[in-house]
C-alpha cells in the first residue's frame, strides 16, 4: 500500500521505514512537494492535522503527519509546540538543549515525556494517534545518535539516553515507535 508520510525529516522518514516494512512509503519529494508545509497551530493535535490536510487537499493522496513534542513538567508542558525552535532558529538542537538545560539549572523534578500525534488521513476519513515515552532531563549531554533532544532524553527504565540507543532500540520504546505502531494496527486491521 502506498501512503505519504508528509515531512522533511529524513530521520523520521527513515525510522518510519524500519516501522513500516509492508508499505511503500512516499516522501513529499516524491509526491513533488517541495518546502515546508504549514504548521501554525498551537497544539500537536493541531499542527499534525493541518499537516495531513495541506497534503491531502493538494495532492490528493492518502497520507499521514506527525508532530512531536518535548514536553518538561515543571515548565508546564515547555518546550512542546515549540521544540523545534525553542531557542528561536528552527532545528537549531545544540541551541534548543543549552537552553533546557539552562532553564532546568536549578530545578529537581526533571521529569520529561515527548509525545507523538499522527493524524492519518485515508480516503478523506481522519484518525489521530498518539504515542508517550516517560523519562527524564539529563545535566549534560551523553551519545552521539539519533537527532533533536535525544543526548539528553533518558527513557524511564534505562541507562542510557536516547542518543546512546541504536535506531532499532529506540524505536521499540519511542513516542513515534508507539504512535506508529497504534497506525499500523490500524490500517492493518482496515485491510483485512
Ligand atoms: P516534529 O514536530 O516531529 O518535527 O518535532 C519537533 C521537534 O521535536 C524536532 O525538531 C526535534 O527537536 C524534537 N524531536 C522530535 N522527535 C524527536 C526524537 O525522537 N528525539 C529527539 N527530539 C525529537
Redesign the pocket.
Given at each position: 500500500m502506498e501512503i505519504c508520510f508528509a515531512?522533511n525529516?529524513d530521520?523520521?522518514l527513515q525510522?518510519i521505514r524500519e516501522l513500516l516494512p509492508d508499505f511503500h512509503i512516499l516522501s513529499l519529494k516524491d509526491i513533488g512537494h517541495s518546502g515546508d508545509l504549514p504548521?501554525d497551530q498551537n497544539t500537536?493535535e493541531g499542527?499534525?492535522h493541518q499537516k495531513a490536510e495541506y497534503v491531502f487537499k493538494n495532492y490528493n493522496v492518502d497520507c499521514f503527519s506527525?508532530?512531536?513534542?518535548?514536553e518538561v513538567f515543571a515548565l508546564d508542558g515547555e518546550?512542546g509546540?515549540y521544540?523545534?525552535?525553542?531557542a528561536g532558529v528552527?532545528?537549531d538542537?545544540e541551541a534548543?538543549m543549552r537552553l533546557l538545560l539552562d532553564k532546568m539549572a536549578d530545578i529537581g523534578d526533571r521529569s520529561a515525556q515527548?509525545r507523538?500525534v499522527i493524524t492519518l488521513i485515508l480516503d478523506g476519513k481522519v484518525k489521530q494517534f498518539e504515542g508517550v515515552v516517560k523519562g527524564t532531563i539529563l545535566k549534560s549531554k551523553a551519545g552521539e545518535k539519533?537527532?533533536?533532544?535525544?543526548p539528553i532524553?533518558q527513557p524511564k527504565g534505562f541507562d542510557s539516553s536516547?542518543?546512546e540507543m541504536s535506531s532499532e532500540e529506540?524505536n521499540k520504546i519511542?513516542?513515534?515507535g508507539e504512535a506508529v505502531k497504534k497506525l499500523v494496527q490500524y490500517l492493518n486491521h482496515l485491510s483485512k
Amino acid at each position: 500500500m502506498e501512503i505519504c508520510f508528509a515531512t522533511n525529516n529524513d530521520n523520521k522518514l527513515q525510522e518510519i521505514r524500519e516501522l513500516l516494512p509492508d508499505f511503500h512509503i512516499l516522501s513529499l519529494k516524491d509526491i513533488g512537494h517541495s518546502g515546508d508545509l504549514p504548521e501554525d497551530q498551537n497544539t500537536l493535535e493541531g499542527n499534525s492535522h493541518q499537516k495531513a490536510e495541506y497534503v491531502f487537499k493538494n495532492y490528493n493522496v492518502d497520507c499521514f503527519s506527525d508532530d512531536t513534542g518535548l514536553e518538561v513538567f515543571a515548565l508546564d508542558g515547555e518546550p512542546g509546540v515549540y521544540s523545534a525552535r525553542y531557542a528561536g532558529v528552527h532545528h537549531d538542537s545544540e541551541a534548543n538543549m543549552r537552553l533546557l538545560l539552562d532553564k532546568m539549572a536549578d530545578i529537581g523534578d526533571r521529569s520529561a515525556q515527548f509525545r507523538t500525534v499522527i493524524t492519518l488521513i485515508l480516503d478523506g476519513k481522519v484518525k489521530q494517534f498518539e504515542g508517550v515515552v516517560k523519562g527524564t532531563i539529563l545535566k549534560s549531554k551523553a551519545g552521539e545518535k539519533g537527532f533533536g533532544y535525544d543526548p539528553i532524553f533518558q527513557p524511564k527504565g534505562f541507562d542510557s539516553s536516547f542518543a546512546e540507543m541504536s535506531s532499532e532500540e529506540k524505536n521499540k520504546i519511542s513516542h513515534r515507535g508507539e504512535a506508529v505502531k497504534k497506525l499500523v494496527q490500524y490500517l492493518n486491521h482496515l485491510s483485512k
